[in-house]
């Protein structure tokens, strides 16, 4: 007799002396399970809907559910909190998780998908295609305040200090104290000791103005300085008698008095970061004030190569902008002397969304065209060789689509939500647990989603949801099925024996089963156990099903199959309790007979 044996447990890992199974480098096909902190095979809990939450309006078409391009949370100083979620349009969630627009007239797509910072007590949305917006808590606005286009009237006001020429501009301002670009100069006027009035002094359109900033020359002069604030929105007159000694600071036109629509939002350094959808330079706001950018606060990452910016982050206090084909760093220490240096070529990852920082490490992970990798600011790591073929069975044409999440309480975890086959549509969780190096992969084909995102509830537990395309949000890693459908378990492993006795002919005539035992909350679950002697793809045959009901946790299958290799599959469809997978032992006899080669 024979044993091939592997046993997953107290190492944290399978027993590899004689039959390695690493995930990917022992499974073929590991779905529906994942390791554990222990290093068993555990069955995935399931997926719990809101159903009084249900976001209608395919992109906000009447009567057809939304799909869901984005979920944020929230937290305000004062310290209420709630979820921002976006389709189209924008949505808060009320206490009754119902979902309420709070900013329509969107055009996105189902691609688009948004990002989200938060500064101080307000949320930086962005999408790419529509104008880059803010949440306060209460109500959503443009970022950036767009100049008044009226240029006001000077008069003369009686006697006065002012002798001179002077004119006037009229800047917006918000409650944030955000200011928009001056607006047109006014008429000149020469005086000898008078006062100033200024009329037809402009009113926003835009809410979320409060107040208008006056600017003005001094005697002759050609620069606008502050001369008052109008604490309103309506006031259109101003009487000016300040002499040139008491004016304040001196108005700037800025680069983007609305900034372009960003595909993403990094801050470092105080800076917020951004780049355009489809271009190739970086810009970043002055330091604490996100909404102001400069003339030349603008990087070129090499235009010439044709290639765009996909995301952005910080590794370690370092800002890393990804290009699909390359990587770079940033250098400096403000905006005088910031600048990017290309440091991988050929590299590079396929969206921001997918780009996640590894909990507790200075590294991130990120999808390529060829697989997931890793990087730490200076060099990039192939990490998917294991599941090479399964991420070649991905939806190639929606790798730019991919999002991801860090997992850690407690499975550290990191869980890409993509596409498989020609699905148009993400139904499959790649999952890396970066502790024990170790990939599965999660089918959802019943609760197909668009959004993967970790949230934190007021208690501090970690929460992952989806957001669907069916205008639902979906708890992860919650209950026995995906919204009543079972939960497919479905693992194929390497062929045994190993390498080494390759070309005997093989009688395989038992297996012994380790599994965790039930918990009296559960009925016990079944696995019904195959067996190939030809390929991974079959035909297999059955030998048995394994229920996990006995208190020692293992149970024995006799069979007869007969070849050079064996590989067995495990599968479950059939009931939502949860198992554990411990090991399992196969024994064999080599029959003296050699396998002919062909």
Known sequence: MILSSSRIGSLGGLDTDRSPLIPGDSFLRLRGVHFNEQGSLTRWKGFTKNVQGQIMGLLNESGIPAVFTGLFPYLKSSGARHVIGTARDVYKQDPTNVWAVIKSGQTGTKNDLYDAIQYNDRLFICNGVDPNLYYDGTSVFGM??????????????????????????????????????????????????????????????????????????????????????????????????????????????????????????????GHLFMAKKNGTEVLFSAPGKPTVFHPNDVRDLDRFDGITITGGVVISGILVIFKSNSIWNIGGEDRTNFAFTKQVHSIGAMNHHGIVKIPGKPVVAFPSEDGFYMYDTVRETVISDPISPEYRKLNQGRLPNIVGVPYKKPNNMILWLASSGGSPVHDTLVVWDYFQNKWAMRDIPTVQSNIIKLLTDPFGNERFYLGGIDGYVRQGDDGFSDDTANIITDIVTRPFPSESNKGQFKNFYSLEFYYGPPSNAFAAASIDIYGSVTTEEGPFTKIGTIVMDKENGISALNFNLYGEMLFLRFTETSTAYPFVIRGWKLHYRETGRRIKPN
């Open 144 to 269: 950036g305040i767009a100049a008044p286009t009226v240029a006001s009237v000077a008069t003369l006001n009686g006697i006065g200090v002012l002798t001179g020429t002077y004119s006037y501009r009229v800047a917006f301002l918000n409650a944030a104290g955000d200011e928009s670009n001056m607006g047109p100069v006014s008429n000149g006027l020469v005086t000898t000791l008078n006062g100033l009035l200024l009329s037809n002094i402009p009113a926003s359109t835009d809410p979320q103005v409060t107040a208008r900033r006056i600017y003005r020359t001094t005697a002759n002069g050609a620069v606008y300085l502050q001369v008052a604030d109008i604490a309103d929105n309506t006031t259109t007159t101003f009487s000016d008698n300040n002499g040139d000694g008491v004016l304040g600071i001196r108005g700037v036109t800025f680069s983007f008095g609305i900034p372009p629509p960003a595909l993403f939002f990094v801050m470092h350094r």
